[in-house]
């Protein structure tokens, strides 16, 4: 296990298992927390486990990966959380993923506004560059969302950045109120939502009208699905980058490992056209499994994808076996 004063990206939520032939650990933190470790960041997963065959076998994997576990607290009574995929076509015969949710009473749904005080959460959320988490969180119980509002309010003791990933689930939000989401997101210094989701909770997918919608964080990161990714400063400046073509196996995940590219770059000190090609390029990985990650291309293939001309990026494509790009790049 990592120690915790090496972390430079903590990401706070709830922890999965994905019950399928063969049970696999997923939740958009931990896919990004997974992500990171895979790209060389010491990431940390700060959450909670129920003490069953589930949480052992994520804590497992996580430690497998090099992810920090030492903030994620064992609950002897509540259960881990899990959920299944229902795969189908939609009326124009594209494939589509829908997820089934099981995390009423969860040990995450547990947590509280006091859990950040916690001695082995406080410690690696102060060690932390990056404090990532998402509106995910907020909708498991009340007193996650207190958690959630103390954790984006207060910030105790994180002396990085906060990111703050929409990710909308109608499914968790019964009353189908967004102003809770918007209301947190305008607290992070880093937004990322899809463009479908925007319009959903913000009433719009244009990134300068989010901008109005959302004035307060540093940057705000629009995902418009195959089509590109906006990133939009608080003075209004915009750095458009298109996504790659891709063959698509399985959706689910991408956004997660678009974040977790994103913040690699950011934690590096990247200028944002590279984050925006490092969030396209974990989210392209993903989206040709059937899992909810996939590793990064190797150093020498992600070296020339970050430093291709803007031609070779937009003719580079993306299918199960690999990322192939233009002849002589």
């Given at each position: 296990m990592q120690q915790t004063d090496t972390v430079r990206v903590a990401c706070l939520g709830e922890p999965l298992v994905l019950v399928s032939v063969d049970a696999h650990p997923a939740g958009a933190?931990?896919?990004?927390?997974?992500?990171?470790?895979?790209r060389g960041v010491p990431a940390a997963l700060v959450g909670r486990l129920g003490d069953d065959e589930h949480g052992s076998l994520i804590r497992a994997e996580l430690r497998r990966h090099g992810v920090d576990t030492s903030a994620l607290e064992t609950d002897p009574h509540r259960p881990t959380g899990h959920y299944s995929k229902v795969t189908g076509t939609d009326e124009t015969g594209e494939r589509t993923t829908t997820s089934r949710y099981a995390r009423?009473?969860?040990?995450?749904s547990a947590m509280g506004p006091e859990f950040l005080d916690r001695t082995e959460v406080s410690t690696v959320l102060g060690a932390s560059a990056i404090v990532h988490c998402s509106g995910i969180t907020a909708a498991l119980s009340d007193t996650c969302r207190a958690l959630m509002c103390r954790l984006l309010t207060e910030r105790p003791g994180i002396p990085g950045l906060v990111s703050f990933d929409?990710?909308?689930?109608?499914?968790?939000?019964p009353d189908a109120d967004p102003a809770v989401v918007v209301e947190l997101a305008n607290r992070a210094d880093l937004v990322l939502v899809g463009a479908d989701e925007a319009l959903r909770v913000a009433g719009t997918d244009d990134p300068v009208e989010l901008r109005r919608v959302l004035p307060a964080p540093a940057t705000i990161v629009v995902k418009d699905g195959a089509r590109r990714a906006v990133a939009v400063d608080r003075d209004g400046d915009t750095t458009e980058m298109p996504a790659l073509r891709v063959d698509v196996v399985e959706p689910v995940g991408a956004g997660d490992a678009f974040a977790a590219g994103y913040l690699s770059g950011l934690v590096r000190g990247e200028d944002t056209a590279t984050c925006?090609?490092?969030?396209?390029?974990?989210?392209?990985?993903?989206?040709?499994?059937?899992?909810?990650w996939a590793p990064p291309p190797p150093d020498g293939l992600m070296h020339r994808l970050l430093t291709c001309s803007a031609r070779d990026w937009s003719t580079t494509t993306v299918s199960a076996s690999g990322f192939v790009l233009a002849e002589g790049v």
């Open positions: 933190e931990l896919n990004v927390a997974i992500g990171l470790a895979a009423a009473g969860s040990a995450a929409v990710n909308w689930r109608e499914q968790l939000w925006l090609r490092r969030g396209h390029i974990g989210a392209a990985a993903t989206l040709t499994v059937a899992t909810d």
